[in-house]
Structures are given as structure tokens and as C-alpha cells.
């Protein structure tokens, strides 16, 4: 491996004009003379030719190659913007890079490195474009990955040597190819794996004596053939082909399908409407099945569960307004499901109100009372209600009341002994709504006085 660097720089300067020399003379008695305006100073930029290093030695790859260059910028403010980039000779261009410097002259060092892992032939130059545009010589460079000195060993007289040998560990569905790659001394071989002629994969790796370099085939369906560990740089060689056959048995279990959609729905919107489905195994196997469902014709991602028997699955359809929703169950590797229906038909929302509440406290036998509590719960459509009856805050009952598709009114009641010395007062609440009643005291204590409170 080598590289010659041809040293040219380009200079870019600001040129400085020089005063024209004064013009004197007297004509009629009158003087006349020339002035002199001094213009601006410019900065000075220069692009040193790149210098190229390698970071390996002769012969061997992968290997990187660093180009450093110098620029040399005379500012003539306090900062000064350099801006530079690199030109290759496959004509690409790296990214524009920029660094900043004071006043004065300044020099800076750039550098950009590649790794080549075959042979090839360039050059590369650094392009300054701010504060003024300079470009540097060409630097060529060679790498040879195979120049290994007609395959002596440093020139010391040593041949050296690269071999292979190959063989393979089959199992169920896949086969381990094996190889192991030796060499008289340390060095970077380039190797591939062929399978029935066609390459298949192809690296590079130091062996410092023997190395061992493996490669799985897998694969979905039974195969057989032959493989080969071939050596392409920096010598060539071929191990023995050695045969294999991947055997792939189907352990997965016999696997069945069936979906059914909800019962049709009519009322408030939205709704929740889920779908079930049914993954069976045939007699005696067990094990994890992959299916996905199919939306309104459109399928989903796959999953999987584990089913010993049979295994119910489900999806759910979130209605906001009337209409229809597809379902099916497509097994991978499979059959698919029919497909079935689900029906929603949006009402007007239901609305939930209270009235009559009432409360009546009697005497039962002072100090004893009774106290009936009544309240009606209305509802325009099917819907069921929670409601709670309070007495000053504690909670004494509560239900449900279930209203079917024409909706109506029914009544809550409640009766309970009570302190007929005490008032208070009975709330009925449904939801976020409440509606209270106050109720008396019925019966006058020894002291004359009645109480307040439950």
C-alpha cells in the first residue's frame, strides 16, 4: 500500500495597489495635485496540499485512511469565519465545515478520514470557500488490499499461507455452517460462505493463527445442498464442500377458527360492542397460535396465544354512531373464518330525572317516630339507574331501577323508625342529580325542647 502526495498550495491574497507617484507643475501661476485613498485590507487564506496516513499496515484491510491539511488564514479583524469542505475524486463533496479564528495569522490543522475494505485508487484536496476561496493540491492514494508482497512474509523469505476447512451442524429447520480459517501469521482474510453456488454472506476478520467463523441457514420449508468456505483476499482458497440436509417438522398444532359478532343494539351512543372468537387445537396437541383479526375487511397485526384446547379471543367495536361492523379470524399459515356482523342503531340520548320527594315523619309512640320517605325517578328511554336515599347525610338505601325502550316513571319509597325529638332532612340522588325534602320533629321532649338533626 502506498501514496504520493504532489505538494502544491494555491495562495489567495488581496492585492495592495500602489500610489501613483505625485504629478506637480505650474501653469499660469496655478498648482495642481493628485491624492492617494489607501484601500481596505482583505484576509489571506492558503490550503495546504493534504498529507495521507494509513491505519494499517501493507496488505491489510478493512483499513483507515486519515488526510490532514493545513490552513493557513491571516485575519484582519477581531473574528474571522473559515469555512472549508473536501473534494474527492469519485467527484463527491464532504459537508462545508467552519471553524473561527482571531486576528493575525493562524494556522489550523483539518482532517477527515474514510475505511476501505477493498482495493481502490483516489485522491482528495480541501476546498477553503470564506472568508476567500482556496483550493489545495491533490492528494492520491492507493489501497491494495491483496499486495502482500507476492505472498512472502516481509520480504523475510517465509511463504506464508491461508486454509479453510468447512462443515455443519444441522437442526430442526436451520443448519450451523462451521469453517475454520488458518494462517502461517497474523492477517485480515476476506472470506464468504457459498451454498449451492450462490454467495450468501461475505465478511472480513483477523486471524492470528486459526479462527473459528460460522453462519446459520434458516429457513421455513426443507433443504439440502452443498456449502463451502471460500477465501477471496488476500489470497484465494476453498474448503472442502461438505453436504446438508434441513429437515423441517411441523410442530405447531392443528389449528381451527370461529367468530361471532354481538347482538344487534338499539339505544345511546356510543357504545362498546365486542366480538368473540374461538382458537381450537386438535386432539393431544397444545402450543402457541398466531392470527389476527380482520376488521371491516382490513387485517390487523398478528398475534399469538397459547392454547391447550381451546382459547377464546375477542375484539372490540366502539360505536359512536348507527351502523354495521365485519369481523373474521385469519390463522397464519391458515384458514380464515367466515365473516359476521355486529348492528348498532343510535337512539337519543336518555334522560334521567327526579320529582316528588317527599318526607313524612310521624310520631310512633314519642320519644319514637316513623319517618316515609317517596320520590319519583322519570326516564325518556332504556337505560338502568343507581339511586341512594340520604337522611342528613347518612346513606340509608339504595337500588337500581332497570327502564325499558319506551322509558317511564317509577317510584323510590322508604320508611324507617326515626327519633321523633329530631328534624332533617332526606335527599334522593340519581347520577349527578339530587332532590331533598325537610322533615319536622313530632314529638316535644321532657325539657320541652325539640332537636335538631337525625
Same mark, same amino acid.
Given at each position: 500500500?502506498?501514496?504520493?502526495?504532489?505538494?502544491?498550495?494555491?495562495?489567495?491574497? =488581496?492585492?495592495?495597489?500602489?500610489?501613483?507617484?505625485?504629478?506637480?507643475?505650474?501653469?499660469?501661476?496655478?498648482?495642481?495635485?493628485?491624492?492617494?485613498?489607501?484601500?481596505?485590507?482583505?484576509?489571506?487564506?492558503?490550503?495546504?496540499?493534504?498529507?495521507?496516513?494509513?491505519?494499517? =499496515?501493507?496488505?491489510?484491510?478493512?483499513?483507515?485512511?486519515?488526510?490532514?491539511?493545513?490552513?493557513?488564514?491571516?485575519?484582519?479583524?477581531?473574528?474571522?469565519?473559515?469555512?472549508?469542505?473536501?473534494?474527492?475524486?469519485?467527484?463527491?463533496?464532504?459537508?462545508?465545515?467552519?471553524?473561527?479564528?482571531?486576528?493575525?495569522?493562524?494556522?489550523?490543522?483539518?482532517?477527515?478520514?474514510?475505511?476501505?475494505?477493498?482495493?481502490?485508487?483516489?485522491?482528495?484536496?480541501?476546498?477553503?470557500?470564506?472568508?476567500?476561496?482556496?483550493?489545495?493540491?491533490?492528494?492520491?492514494?492507493?489501497?491494495?488490499?491483496?499486495?502482500?508482497?507476492?505472498?512472502?512474509?516481509?520480504?523475510?523469505?517465509?511463504?506464508?499461507?491461508?486454509?479453510?476447512?468447512?462443515?455443519?451442524?444441522?437442526?430442526?429447520?436451520?443448519?450451523?455452517?462451521?469453517?475454520?480459517?488458518?494462517?502461517?501469521?497474523?492477517?485480515?482474510?476476506?472470506?464468504?460462505?457459498?451454498?449451492?453456488?450462490?454467495?450468501?454472506?461475505?465478511?472480513?476478520?483477523?486471524?492470528?493463527?486459526?479462527?473459528?467463523?460460522?453462519?446459520?441457514?434458516?429457513?421455513?420449508?426443507?433443504?439440502?445442498?452443498?456449502?463451502?468456505?471460500?477465501?477471496?483476499?488476500?489470497?484465494?482458497?476453498?474448503?472442502?464442500?461438505? =453436504?446438508?440436509?434441513?429437515?423441517?417438522?411441523?410442530?405447531?398444532?392443528?389449528?381451527?377458527?370461529?367468530?361471532?359478532?354481538?347482538?344487534?343494539?338499539?339505544?345511546?351512543?356510543?357504545?362498546?360492542?365486542?366480538?368473540?372468537?374461538?382458537?381450537?387445537?386438535?386432539?393431544?396437541?397444545?402450543?402457541?397460535?398466531?392470527?389476527?383479526?380482520?376488521?371491516?375487511?382490513?387485517?390487523?397485526?398478528?398475534?399469538?396465544?397459547?392454547?391447550?384446547?381451546?382459547?377464546?379471543?375477542?375484539?372490540?367495536?366502539?360505536?359512536?354512531?348507527?351502523?354495521?361492523?365485519?369481523?373474521?379470524?385469519?390463522?397464519?399459515?391458515?384458514?380464515?373464518?367466515?365473516?359476521?356482523?355486529?348492528?348498532?342503531?343510535?337512539?337519543?340520548?336518555?334522560?334521567?330525572?327526579?320529582?316528588?320527594?317527599?318526607?313524612?315523619?310521624?310520631?310512633?309512640?314519642?320519644?319514637?317516630?316513623?319517618?316515609?320517605?317517596?320520590?319519583?325517578?322519570?326516564?325518556?328511554?332504556?337505560?338502568?339507574?343507581?339511586?341512594?336515599?340520604?337522611?342528613?347525610?347518612?346513606?340509608?338505601?339504595?337500588?337500581?331501577?332497570?327502564?325499558?325502550?319506551?322509558? =317511564?316513571?317509577?317510584?323510590?319509597?322508604?320508611?324507617?323508625?326515626?327519633?321523633?325529638?329530631?328534624?332533617?332532612?332526606?335527599?334522593?340522588?340519581?347520577?349527578?342529580?339530587?332532590?331533598?325534602?325537610?322533615?319536622?320533629?313530632?314529638?316535644?321532649?321532657?325539657?320541652?325542647?325539640?332537636?335538631?338533626?337525625?
Amino acid at each position: 500500500m502506498g501514496a504520493s502526495a504532489a505538494m502544491l498550495a494555491t495562495m489567495a491574497t =488581496g492585492l495592495l495597489a500602489s500610489p501613483a507617484a505625485a504629478a506637480t507643475g505650474s501653469t499660469q501661476g496655478k498648482t495642481t495635485s493628485s491624492t492617494y485613498t489607501k484601500p481596505k485590507a482583505k484576509p489571506a487564506v492558503f490550503a495546504g496540499t493534504p498529507k495521507v496516513s494509513f491505519s494499517a =499496515g501493507r496488505g491489510e484491510c478493512p483499513v483507515r485512511v486519515t488526510f490532514s491539511s493545513k490552513i493557513k488564514v491571516k485575519a484582519v479583524k477581531g473574528k474571522t469565519t473559515v469555512a472549508y469542505r473536501w473534494l474527492r475524486g469519485d467527484g463527491s463533496k464532504s459537508k462545508i465545515k467552519t471553524f473561527t479564528v482571531g486576528k493575525g495569522v493562524k494556522h489550523v490543522t483539518v482532517k477527515e478520514s474514510a475505511v476501505f475494505k477493498k482495493d481502490l485508487k483516489g485522491w482528495q484536496a480541501l476546498q477553503v470557500l470564506t472568508p476567500r476561496k482556496a483550493t489545495s493540491g491533490k492528494a492520491y492514494f492507493k489501497v491494495s488490499c491483496d499486495d502482500w508482497d507476492g505472498g512472502w512474509d516481509g520480504g523475510h523469505g517465509h511463504h506464508w499461507y491461508a486454509d479453510a476447512d468447512a462443515w455443519v451442524d444441522e437442526g430442526n429447520c436451520k443448519a450451523v455452517l462451521i469453517g475454520r480459517i488458518s494462517v502461517s501469521s497474523p492477517r485480515w482474510v476476506h472470506y464468504r460462505w457459498v451454498v449451492n453456488g450462490r454467495v450468501i454472506a461475505s465478511d472480513s476478520v483477523k486471524v492470528y493463527d486459526s479462527r473459528r467463523v460460522t453462519h446459520v441457514i434458516r429457513t421455513d420449508k426443507s433443504l439440502h445442498g452443498w456449502a463451502q468456505l471460500q477465501l477471496v483476499g488476500p489470497r484465494h482458497g476453498d474448503s472442502n464442500r461438505v =453436504g446438508f440436509k434441513i429437515w423441517c417438522k411441523d410442530w405447531s398444532p392443528k389449528a381451527t377458527a370461529s367468530v361471532s359478532a354481538p347482538g344487534a343494539y338499539d339505544g345511546s351512543c356510543p357504545v362498546d360492542r365486542t366480538f368473540l372468537g374461538e382458537i381450537r387445537v386438535s386432539y393431544g396437541h397444545r402450543g402457541h397460535v398466531k392470527y389476527r383479526w380482520i376488521r371491516n375487511g382490513v387485517p390487523g397485526a398478528w398475534e399469538t396465544v397459547y392454547v391447550s384446547g381451546t382459547r377464546t379471543v375477542s375484539d372490540t367495536w366502539r360505536a359512536s354512531e348507527s351502523g354495521t361492523a365485519t369481523r373474521a379470524i385469519e390463522l397464519y399459515h391458515g384458514s380464515t373464518t367466515g365473516t359476521v356482523t355486529g348492528k348498532v342503531t343510535c337512539t337519543a340520548p336518555v334522560n334521567v330525572t327526579l320529582s316528588n320527594v317527599t318526607a313524612v315523619h310521624t310520631a310512633a309512640g314519642c320519644p319514637k317516630g316513623a319517618l316515609n320517605l317517596s320520590g319519583t325517578i322519570t326516564a325518556t328511554g332504556a337505560t338502568t339507574v343507581s339511586y341512594v336515599w340520604t337522611v342528613n347525610g347518612n346513606e340509608v338505601k339504595k337500588g337500581q331501577i332497570t327502564f325499558g325502550a319506551g322509558g =317511564g316513571s317509577e317510584q323510590v319509597p322508604f320508611s324507617a323508625e326515626s327519633n321523633g325529638l329530631k328534624n332533617g332532612t332526606a335527599t334522593l340522588t340519581v347520577g349527578g342529580k339530587s332532590q331533598s325534602a325537610n322533615y319536622d320533629a313530632v314529638c316535644v321532649s321532657a325539657q320541652g325542647d325539640n332537636e335538631a338533626g337525625a
